[in-house]
């Protein structure tokens, strides 16, 4: 692709707000096809990290229709090596390969589709000319995928039957598809924003979760909603049309109270970061936190009160288990969970090839290494119970690779220490000027601390020796950190 290629039409859906139910709707007819089911099912975080999901899939979004081609470039490479890792059997003990070529190519089938439709469903149908040009498009991301263009068809009037014929013989009623429709919403995390207000999130959730999934089965081809048994409600159809209406009505307000790239930074944002979105978000969740005490009087819902500011943060070692190593959500410790570590601490850095794989292999040896102590029934995975029992000390040389490998690469500059610059990139806030408490750090530089005496270069610095001990004592759940419990545990 050329610069003058790069994709205006699909960029320019981002700020739209009617895109986000109709990502919804595109991204359940991808989870419906039995190759992206299974591979969601084992790697994915979606159900577990939403948010931090969200942020990583926005920006790589915008990455590939960047108008810079080397920027596009790069990001097709970096997908291309996360989509190779992503291969196994599924439930159904048939296998699965997110670098299969038809696979991928109904995931930007079903983006150009859902694109369309929902223009249509808002009243506002695509000229001719319009989609010829969203279509081709399409053809481009896959063509910087690498893929052959053939998997998907070469106009739009092939295109039709070829989308009905996936509809009505490939696609099934998968697990993921049934997670996404009725658990993910459900039980949807509160963001950063909402965290502490479990009353205000609660009660938006009660109403806005099963409103997204009736609006969303509403718009799925009606073929296949036979097929997969999805009921259609009284009066949803209507209710799904003037949501897409009342989105499109937003178009009229000013461009920075809709720009995606903000709210998906608010959603996504750590709590008590330093950046311009963290600190939106604190705005924003002192303001919900007094509208929530008028929501407490009024709300019927019985919603736990949140745990004392004095109580730890973690209780044992099943709760870390929990809230960080397992990181899929599946109640167990296996590959896809350390594999999902290494992609998000990768996705922060943003780390070329040599980097990244360093990385994948230092886990992947920080895997061998926990199943072979803790993996006592030998079969295959590590639960919570066999963590628990089995983990408090735990810090072999693999999980010491595992910190000197992503010191190495956090240290863009190589010279031996992490600075304000580069520590902001991989915990997206500034140095913390307490003292750590624990682990050993003192005030060597020990996550939490300036590192004002870390022996590496002086104030706001973070030496390797400091770095390696409180990420060490952070993932052996020894000790829980400020900053490297958003790595992995923020939603």
Same mark, same amino acid.
């Given at each position: ?111 150009? =589709? ?42 739009? +009037? ?16 998968? =697990? ?32 806005? +979760? ?19 048994? *999805? ?65 407490? *009087? ?194």
């Amino acid at each position: 692709m050329t610069t003058a290629q790069a994709k205006p039409r699909f960029r320019k859906l981002f700020d739209d707000p009617r895109w986000a139910p109709a990502l919804v709707r595109a991204t359940v007819l991808e989870a419906a096809h039995p190759q992206v089911g299974a591979a969601l099912v084992a790697n994915s975080t979606f159900v577990t990290h939403p948010w931090r999901r969200l942020r990583n899939t926005f920006d790589s979004m915008r990455r590939m229709c960047d108008p810079d081609e080397a920027v596009r470039s790069r990001e097709a490479a970096r997908l291309n090596r996360l989509h190779a890792r992503l291969k196994g059997t599924g439930p159904d003990q048939r296998p699965y390969d997110a670098m299969d070529p038809a696979a991928r190519a109904w995931v930007l089938a079903t983006l150009f =589709e859902s694109a369309v439709t929902m223009y249509r469903l808002s009243g506002q149908p695509l000229p001719h000319e319009e989609i010829e040009g969203l279509y081709e498009e399409t053809r481009d991301y896959l063509r910087a995928l690498g893929d052959e263009d053939v998997h998907l068809p070469p106009t739009t +009037g092939e295109f039709w039957p070829y989308y009905d014929a996936m509809v009505e013989r490939e696609l099934e009623d998968t =697990e993921a598809m049934r997670i996404i429709l009725y658990k993910l919403f459900d039980h949807l995390p509160a963001p950063g924003v909402l965290s502490g207000l479990p009353t205000v999130w609660a009660t938006g959730r009660a109403l806005a +979760g099963p409103l997204i999934g009736a609006v969303t089965v509403a718009s799925l081809p009606e073929a296949f909603r036979r097929r997969a048994g *999805l009921p259609e409600l009284p009066g949803v159809t209507t209710l799904m049309r003037g949501t897409y209406l009342a989105a499109g009505l937003t178009r009229f307000l000013p461009e920075d109270w809709i720009s995606a790239e903000r709210v998906v930074e608010v959603l996504s944002a750590a709590p008590g970061g330093d950046d311009p979105a963290s600190r939106t978000a604190a705005a924003l969740h002192e303001r919900l936190r007094r509208a929530g005490a008028l929501v407490r *009087l009024l709300s019927p819902l019985p919603v736990p009160e949140p745990a004392s500011p004095a109580a730890p943060v973690h209780s044992g070692a099943e709760e870390f288990f929990r809230d960080v190593l397992d990181q899929t959500g599946d109640g167990y410790l296996d590959w896809p969970d350390l594999a999902a570590m290494a992609r998000e601490l990768a996705t922060r850095l943003d780390l070329d090839e040599p980097e990244e794989t360093r990385l994948y292999e230092a886990f992947a040896g920080w895997w061998r290494e926990l199943q072979a102590a803790l993996d006592t029934d030998g079969d295959g995975r590590v639960s919570a119970r066999e963590y628990a029992s089995s983990a408090p000390g735990l810090a072999g040389p693999a999980l010491i690779r595992v910190a000197e490998v992503l010191f190495a690469a956090t240290d863009a500059d190589g010279n031996g220490v992490i600075d304000a610059e580069e520590y902001r990139t991989l915990f997206r806030t500034a140095f913390r000027r307490e003292t750590a408490a624990a682990g050993g750090a003192g005030n060597t530089g020990g996550a939490g601390s300036t590192g004002d005496k870390g022996g590496a270069g002086g104030a706001d610095t973070y030496d390797g020796a400091a770095f390696v001990r409180a990420f060490v004592s952070f993932m052996s759940g020894r000790l829980r950190s400020s900053p490297f419990d958003p790595l992995f545990s923020q939603p």
